[in-house]
């Protein structure tokens, strides 16, 4: 999902955007709406979006003075602007893209496309960055079952299913564990150790993987011979973590 903000001193130019933006393919979600440097720097600064929305000339100054009040620009800008002439200037602040009015769908569409493909890209370069340079963080983990607490070294797991409510974790020694707690909430300890979720039920050990093979829309195959299988969404993250092993 990507959080976006409009700063534009016309209503109207902000209703149009906001309908164009209903017509996106793009995840987004429209977090708030400004008419000024002052408020549009009070809006980013409370919100922190991901994109923002920008005219170049607002009631008390441009959209410049409002970038250059911020130390650090962690967001992305599109400019949009009646004034051809302010193009040169606007990619020098490193604007995603600049649009004249009156605005078209075709124009807003297409830059925002461009944004979303460029976010999702920082987040997941950010995000296999973060995975590669934890991998030894993690030692040990302590999985309690019904019958026993168990100290399972995490180089020893070779992946994790979910059960409703419920995941099972398969070692390397051939052990099964049924533990009374989402897969969702082992992700989020064993990711970064090492580990990826190929698929909303299922999180694999990278150690432990053998191959990928393509046929019946593509699966990996496990250290202990086992058939996992990878969401469309997750392959293309999954073949940059393999290029970085």
């Not at 995603?96 to 075709?106: C, E, M, N, R, S």
Request: charged share 30%; hydrophobic share 40%.
């Amino acid at each position: 999902m990507i959080s976006v903000v409009i700063i534009d001193d016309e209503q109207k130019a902000r209703e149009t955007i906001q309908n164009i933006l209903g017509l996106s393919e793009c995840e987004i979600q429209i977090i708030g709406e400004a008419d000024s440097v002052e408020s549009g720097y009070e809006l980013i600064s409370n919100k922190r979006p991901d994109l923002v929305l920008l005219d170049i000339n607002l009631t008390d100054g441009t959209g410049f003075d409002l970038i250059k009040r911020f130390d650090r620009i962690t967001y992305h800008v599109i400019f949009i602007t009646a004034y051809e002439e302010y193009a040169l200037k606007a990619f020098k602040f490193s604007a995603i893209d600049y649009i004249l009015k009156p605005i078209t769908a075709a124009d807003l569409l297409q830059a925002v496309e461009k944004a979303c493909s460029t976010i999702h890209k920082e987040e997941n370069d950010v995000k296999l960055s973060t995975l590669l340079s934890n991998l030894e963080k993690i030692k040990k983990i302590v999985l309690k079952t019904a019958e026993s607490i168990h100290i399972v070294q995490v180089k020893n797991i070779i992946r994790c299913e979910a059960d409703v409510n419920y995941t099972t974790f398969f070692l390397e020694n051939g052990d099964k564990l049924l533990v009374s707690k989402t897969l969702k909430d082992f992700a989020e300890l064993l990711e970064p150790a090492g580990f990826f979720r190929t698929h909303q039920s299922h999180l694999v050990n990278l150690d432990h993987i053998l191959r990928y093979d393509k046929t019946e829309g593509g699966h990996l195959v496990m250290g202990d011979e086992s058939i996992v299988p990878v969401s469309s969404r997750k392959k293309d993250e999954m073949f940059k973590l393999f290029e970085k092993m």
